[in-house]
């Protein structure tokens, strides 16, 4: 009997990021899936296909107010598709960060990209749409 094993067949982002080469986006969404896949199943060059999209990019703004004050907060939210099985599976990720600041890091030449807060998002993104 073998044991099923799997590949990442394909990785795209729907979301555009002025500045950031889509490429950017769809190599770590790669490198993350692979590394999310390889912990729970066999990897293999020949093996059942899975695919995954990155939906959406987006940062909603949440306020309270308080009198006269009022508190707003922006967090990145990534919003991803994978396809395993052929079952379809989204999650969704957030960050600190909003989506402006997230452009500044993923501008940045001399920042990894595992260590920006979009990195953090779409891996918590990929991970709850996994599980």
Same mark, same amino acid.
């Given at each position: 009997m073998n044991a099923i094993c799997? +590949? %990442?067949? =394909?990785? %795209? =982002? /729907? $979301?555009?990021?002025?500045?950031?080469p889509a490429e950017k986006l769809t190599f770590g969404a790669r490198q993350i899936t692979t590394e999310l896949v390889g912990d729970k199943y066999a990897l293999c060059d020949n093996g059942q296909p899975i695919s995954v999209e990155i939906l959406s990019v987006e940062a909603p703004t949440t306020g309270v107010r308080i009198g006269p004050f009022e508190f707003k907060?922006?967090? @990145?939210?990534?919003?991803?598709k994978v396809v395993i099985d052929g079952k379809e599976y989204i999650g969704i990720?957030? $960050?600190? @960060? &909003?989506? =402006?600041?997230?452009?500044?890091?993923?501008?940045? !030449?001399? /920042?990894? +990209? !595992?260590?920006? !807060? +979009? *990195? =953090?998002?779409?891996?918590? *993104? /990929? !991970?709850? $749409? /996994? &599980?």
């Open positions: 799997y +590949f %990442i067949a =394909s990785v %795209i =982002s /729907l $979301a555009q990021l002025p500045g950031v907060s922006k967090k @990145t939210v990534v919003k991803t990720g957030k $960050a600190k @960060t &909003n989506v =402006s600041a997230t452009l500044m890091q993923l501008q940045d !030449e001399n /920042l990894p +990209f !595992e260590r920006t !807060e +979009f *990195s =953090s998002a779409l891996k918590m *993104s /990929l !991970e709850d $749409a /996994l &599980n």
